[in-house]
């Protein structure tokens, strides 16, 4: 069959084409086991059931169910009796974690005029679980250190380094200050890390109207977006140096695990930190002198946005309560058959901040139709050949707390039989989007060809190529013409895969679908039923696309004769990755010689005016030349060995040789570890991984090859050439493993 | 001095180092002539005196001073005698036009819900002169065709081409609608002319506070914004057709010139057209429902941008009165002794749409500066070579009335004698900023090296070169650091030049100081004594230096032993502008057939939200190749000609050859006017300059080789190759040209 369909390929004029979505074949699927694997998939997709998940984000968001509420536990249990009722062997597993919570809040304008911000997010009448009031946590910033400061009030764009910059050529220092920053440009706990970094005493985070609120559409309860006293919630911890509880960090969080105190803890912030409303924000920055903002760090308040320091000056207080919480992490397992000991984990979190309908929930409804569809095929006999964990996590919201503590404490199990982590964190309508393991980047495009988009009858595969194919650049457009597969994003952070990559080298998928719904309740009391049910996907239709997407991924993972990992994808994504650093090199070189160039010549000083000057920066170290060869030698091997394994695996596929495949993929599943290093990164050996990891200034944006590529835009030059030779060792390993598992299935040893 | 110079300009290495602006010798003069002209500069820039320009500009902008108004005739009469007490032989030049002026204007909603606008601009008690209501012209679009409309409101963005596509993609019709449009992105005039090529009834203009209002900056009287109820006039006569009076297209508008009807002037609107603030415009776009705005759209009041149509339905009523008008055109004479049948032309208008101290009368205190200072050189025994003219033209605002009705009265004789026209219409703050002939390019670059800045003390050309440096792309900055000259502009439209360079021939220098104030009364009744003095150029330094400036532009053309054109300049600009029209065509063909393939392959379709959705654009016809060769020849004809020029130029004034200078001088003259082609552009004859026109469908923006441009950006591929053909032969006409006076210089004949 796959003969066959290779020959077909090559088309009357001699030339090979790209074959189309349906000629691919089931990756990791001997031809005789093909068929039965597309049965049990056909039958799989017809079982979620959209009015399901419908009524299980009824009772799921019926109350606010943050870390330590009395329905965070409820649903934990409840979702234990659904995993069990579906016929799941289920447990929950429960972690101690450091969870403060608000006791005092204190946001003022104390001069030229007064004003007390009403920190509080109202009722609204249309919306049946708004007035829940005392179930509800405040609006905070958790992670915030306490602290009762006054000081002038300034205006930081996004509160990014790039924007301390350019505060500092206009006279604008932050030093004893209180900053107010817009969400967005970075994850919020950058904010209040760049403040302190700065000299700022204090952080007020504010979301713009411009960015969320009425600017893109009517806001709650008319429309999606965000409301004048809406608040968006949120962690401040610095999840780039470890996520998880703050008390254990490598750790898990178990009752006698050894703790730091919270003194120790180093990722609770420098400087108290709350997030606050436009409603709130507005009268706060209409009271601010000095410059006008720069026209890019404008808004949507119809006022004229201005840097300050002052007039204006603030009091802000913020005093938690610091005791621990306990977390209740759902797991559930299906018994594997021939290799039990590879697992296939899947999760989505249940934690919100208040009811979170869209924020975990959307995403959580799904998972549990998936497991009710595998638990009912298991019952009519399916087993799969490889065991399958489900899990509901407890605290991502404060910090992928439930995922990472499970993870600490089970990663000697994880790192040897893990063999993908499969996560989603909420769901929309529109365009699958994928982030993820390169190595897992031609098998997850082999699902999407087999899932249908409910607007429009094609597949997800096809819908998301249409989008890519309108919005991308010429690049982008072109690449996707040429290409047989499309790209899959490289992970960040920002959710529960974090742990299973960034610090285990499990191979991870993060999925799920959006792009067409817009809003602005992200963690606020708005994001509930009502407003999931009148505005984002209402009929559930995305909903069911999701459940078929993660079901057809796990049972796949699960069912594969020769786990679907490839790594010609891998082998090129990391040759674009070392020609972008190559770049990176050369435009910073550039704009540094550029900028010095300037300086010599006075050009700030002469073009500078007087009413409003710019002074200019400072002078830079010229930026070496790096020795890129380790990387490129190393893209090399790996290159050249990832096409002799895709050579073994297709000869073996259709050889059906099933005698070496358990041996392989015994040692498939380490391909991701192989990319990892013991000592991680540099400041930050929680994470290990080589080519991924969230940014140390944007949290949740990744940075690929992340030791050189840090190194390269923080000017650290000194680094950036051990970096590379580390990067080229971790990608060594992976060509070597690689080569091996190549040999082994051409039939040598 | 010159070879002694040049030498120099070896340097120890063997190599040629670009000259610094000191180095630069006085461009046109004979070595012998050089010091006189030196010391006459010096003398001159000590006159032009701070103090006289506030004054004058305070009496200037005392009252409404628009067409037919009183205090209009009346500063006509005050110039006239300034101009006499100068010394200058001067007189008044009468022309009737037609001048529609309000009756009467009416917007308002009429469903969903209904609201008045008051479409009147408030007194402030700060502003002595807002008050004088009684004088003012009420806010309205001059030339907007009488009307009494209903219907639908549609929001257009800028209301260009553009955005009308982006329209139709999302459903939206303007067919039997009134669209509001935003100030910005074309001239005015534009907006409502595509609005009636798509169907629509009516048309209003706002000013949108996020383009010139709070986002910017505190609002007039506390700051220079425009504030809610300050409204932008203006004329939306069809201009990139013609400008000048409607009634009497190329010919001057004397009293007995043969007329049009109103009816066939083919440049009035073809439907009503009213501008409104951004107080009165809230209300409307606040009632439009439909898709919200695409992103780019939006402005800065704090309403969701929505496209309509409707439910908004708005009323809008226009009536004016039709009525000739005078205009007083100030012209001013300084007869010129050796070649007093060569003119220097300078301009200003002094027509204002209310007070108007910053448009016009900031560049007109400049001029008259100017001209009071040459009046007292002339009285100390200074004569001018050539025949020196000012003018302070009427008319400016209704549509370049005034310079065009005498350019065209005075057709024959300034083709026969003006060497060049040099205009200003403002003056602001900041850098200089100098649009142009490319024939005088090099020449200009001369005087700003010579020209002080008044905030740096640095020169005019050393300070825009810094703003150039620090703000330009790479490939700007690398142009600017390898180039002896910084760039001028190619003319656009929107000010006096317009007859003199696109319907004349007449080399065109437009010239003022800008880039730092900030502001928001253009064309309202704010823009006044009070708001330039608060926060404009308040100690008028920078009139001063427009002032220098000028006088030492008209100076220097009007001394020069031989006139300072040059021509490799040129002849390198339009190699640009050919490579550009290459890459534009190339471009175009790109995004048509990325555009044909993606509606082929169902993009749009499959991307499209159904609850917002976007449909497929129109197939196009494919982009054939064009034939460039025709353009390329006469670009290197005209480069070979410009260098054989450059050799016999540097060796004419090294030797001082004043034998041939008068000669040369009478041909050199019609160097501009070989550009022209009497036939003109397509669909406008007036316009008759090959390398530059005001865009058709932009207005203000240049097109450089516009038959050509506009053929490749409107598909309309059979005519580019004709107007290649066209665009060359006038190329080719310079190049003989110039070849024939290399020639002469050189000697021969």
Redesign the interface.
Known sequence: MRTLLSSLLISATGFVLAPSPADVPLRGFFPQSVQAQRDLEARFKTMPDPARMREAMRRLSAHPHHVGSPYDRDNAEWILNQFKSYGWDAHIENFDVLFPTPVERVVELVAPTTFKASLQETALPEDPTSNQQSEQLPSYNAYSIDGDVTGPLVFVNYGVPADYEELEQRGVSVKGAIVIAKYGGSWRGIKPKVAAEHGAIGCLIYSD??DDG?????VFPK?P?RPPQGVQRGSVADMPVYPGDPLTPGVGATKDAKRLTVAQATTITKIPVLPISYGDARPLLAALGGP?AP?AW?G??????RLGAGPARVHLRVKSDWGMKTLYDVIARLAGTAEADQWIIRGNHHDAWVNGAEDPISGLVAELEEARALGALYKQGWRPKRTIIYAAWDGEEPGLLGSTEWAETHADELKAHAVAYVNSDGNG???LGVSGSHTLEKFINGVAMDVEDP??G?SAW??M???Q???GS?DV?KDIRDREDLRISALGSGSDYSSFIDHLGVASLDIGYGG?DQGGIYHSIYDDFYWFTHFSDTSFVYGRALAQTGGITVLRLANADLLPFAFTNLAETIQTYVKDLQSLRDRRA?QIS?RNK?ID???????S????PVTAPQRQQAAPQLNFAPLLNAHDSLNHAASRYDKAYSRAVSEGRTAVAKGVNDRLIQAERALTSPDGLKNRPWYVHMLYAPGFYTGYGVKTIPGVREAIEQGQWQDADREIARAAAAIDREATLISGLATTLSGGT
Chains 1, 2 share one sequence.
Do not use: H, W
Not at 300 to 305: A, K
């Open positions: 109207p411009g009425y600017a893109g559409g009517d429309g977006m006008a026209s404008r949507g308040l119809p006022i004229t946005y309508r529109g365009f607007e429009t094609v096809k819908r190529q249409a989008s194919l309108l919005n010429t457009r067409e550039e550029e300037q010549d006075g050009v700030f000083k002469l073009a005016d007087p009413r409003d």
